[in-house]
């Protein structure tokens, strides 16, 4: 093959900021999102949800509903359980450290036994209108005996706390331990300082742009189901609805449009989707159901929610012998949409971080609570992991007498000690992470930080700064899908498993097809919001989708090419062995090799289509459907620099300075990612400055609405000093690393550790997220007094 055309100034080239190919769409108010959506003779669909925490269910009167105007139908949980649905999935298996297996209790769609949270469905009312359903809810009386709740981990764990189910011993779900804790031990015994933290990874609202919404529909002529929602990927989706439908993959088609958000919160299968689809069979006609934005703060998955202990061994020098973690992880009420995942196996591999620590020894639990179930959300372990080590490494610093920077320097991972194997068994490929701390330190001008410090002190103002460095292990890998299709109209599609649900999926993969064919870029479309047309897709989330979708793409088009010779043979009169695939200023063409003679591969699309003298042994077009074999872990990594203003009569704090130095390997589009790096730091901000769900001693939500619950609000936010480090990943072909959620593992950590340096001059060596007014002012006053 010749050398391919320099795209390197190429408008849609691979490292362009091309502009989102959805914005003029979504900009003139034309997406199509699930609420959108209406189909003839939809009916509508209102939850019926416990005001209690905990409790027995002694009866659900429905009479008062069902007798109302328009009511056509209510539903409750052994409706669902007769009609043979359920259970609901429950996740990946894990172990106990014992080798025993991880609690599952069963769930079905809606309870039947006793409510567990505050918002657990009981029933489902649908008529003919949104109002009537609405009016419908409200008249069914649910009998619930109250039992006391427990909302908090550690509180659940102990003796003689309430049980949340009874199947559940102590309300430990997993008992998870990773690590040599003896050799751990002996580190421990023998090192020269031992820094002891305790920190609270707090509880979040996930709070997309979009509530969730869905509308189920039911063929009895074919037995076949199909649901439209918002979610992170249709082909995943199907199969957590099959396995509760007890349908065959066949059955059951699952449609996504355009997605207004998620965070991982809409990645999982919710009982209100088996609910509408039974009522959609039953009844005989689409069930249209949608959250409520005061709804949603009880329905959707939570995030975060962890109460650790942290403990790092340190030599004289400062550097890391052992590092320990020990807690729990709050994974609220049901297993459904809630995961094991976050307080445990994800801090082991992301708590090491970019630092040569030698041993660890994780010992978390599991724990359900009375509480909305806790599953992913923006990182997924990942940020409060990196959080972790970085307050560690600040305090060792303090307490050792250590410059916090020099003790980042000293434990570095070193680019000549790459690829490095961890003791998470994670094997880092490439980075060079001292380099990025220097190059962090020069953007944000640590030099010049006192000069700042002073002109903040003569307005009466605390001013700290901090640092956040950060390796994050991305999603696990899966196949996922490349399929490329020439279509009949001239343009191109690619069929991939990720979804998009605000990322803009549809640039930077349209950018890789365009590198590795010469496919015009205007030409290229994206399908992904429909399961029937994939062959396998892991959804979106880890950070991987580039990697995955990308790898497959690449991979779908070096079969197109394959394909493309052996037509161009044909349509060239010439022999394969002859036939070239090169990209120059014209696109991408087939061409005899050692003459002028070629076809581009639009050209031959277009005359394969219209074909009618094709030998037998010949591809019918360019098309290909793949399925690729995803690339490993890769490891995205950076430095942030967070400055703080706080004023100490009021405890408000502001972020007033902000810089990042990401490695984010080969970036296909520079303004995406560094969007999508802005998104994640002032998801970080609001956590560590905001966000907090609480509930009170009976298990009643506190935070239940935005006149409770602070999000970052653009005033909070500032013009971000974006840099880049790229070092190539050497596991994918595209050398890329992911970025989607590496904003959330910089700005926590670098946001606290700067709160923690303004409120030094106080003595305040911790303070835990969030930072929030009241927490700041009521630590002030306590040093003071």
Known sequence: MNAPFDYAEAKYAIGQP????????????????????????????????????????????????????????????????????????SGAA????????????KQPPLTTDKVRFVGDPVAVVVADTWKAARDGAEAVVVDIDPLPAVTDARAAVASGAPLVHDATPGNVILDFQHGEPDKVAEAFARAAHVTRMKILNTRLAVCPMEPRSAIGDYDPANDHWTLRLGCQGTFPMRGLLCGVLHAAPDKVRVLTGNVGGSFGMKSSCYPEYIAILHAARVLGHPVKWRDERSESFLSDSHGRGHDMEQEVALDAEGRILALRVTGYGNIGAYLSNGTVLQPTGNVVKNVISVYATPLQDV????VFTNTSPVGPYRGAGRPESNYYMERLLDTAAREMGIDRIDIRRRNHIRPDQLPWTTP????????????????????????GFAARKRASRARGMLRGIGIGQYLEVTGPPAPEMGGIRFEDDGSVTIITGTLDYGQGHATPFAQVLASRLGIPFERIKLLQGDSDELLAG????????LMASGTAIAEASDLVIENGRKLAAHVLEAAMT??????????????????????????????????????????RSLSVSHVAKSPPFSYPNGCHIAEVEIEPETGVVSVVRYTMVNDFGVIINPLLVEGQAHGGVAQGIGQALMEHVEYDESGQPITGSYMDYALPRATDTLNYEFHSHPVPCKTNVLGAKGCGEAGCAGSMPS????????????GIRHIDMPASPRRVWEAIQAARS
């Open 18 to 89: 091309v502009s989102r190919k959805e914005d003029p769409v979504l900009l003139r108010g034309q997406g199509r999102y699930t609420d959108d959506i209406n189909l003839p003779g939809q009916l509508y669909a209102v939850m019926v949800r416990s005001g209690h925490a905990h409790g027995i269910i002694r009866g659900i009167d429905t009479s008062g509903a069902t007798e109302l105007p328009g009511v056509r139908a209510v539903f409750t949980g052994a409706d669902l359980v007769a009609a043979g649905l359920g259970p609901m999935p």
């Open 94 to 105: 894990s172990k106990n450290r014992d080798g025993s297996d991880m609690a599952k209790p």
């Open 751 to 762: 946001v606290m550790n700067a709160v923690v340096d303004a409120l030094g001059e106080y």
């Open 578 to 619: 002859d036939i070239e695939f090169d990209i120059g200023a014209g696109g991408g063409a087939f061409r005899i090799a050692g003459t002028d003679r070629a076809i581009g591969i639009m050209e031959l699309a277009d005359r394969v289509r219209d074909a009618t003298d094709l030998p037998a042994d010949l591809p």
């Open 538 to 545: 892991g959804g979106t989330g880890g950070s991987k989708s």
């Open 424 to 447: 998470a068994g994670t094997v880092y490929d490439s980075g060079d992470f001292p380099t990025i701390l220097e190059e962090a330190l020069a953007a944000a001008d640590w030099d």
């Open 363 to 366: 010992q978390t639990q599991a």
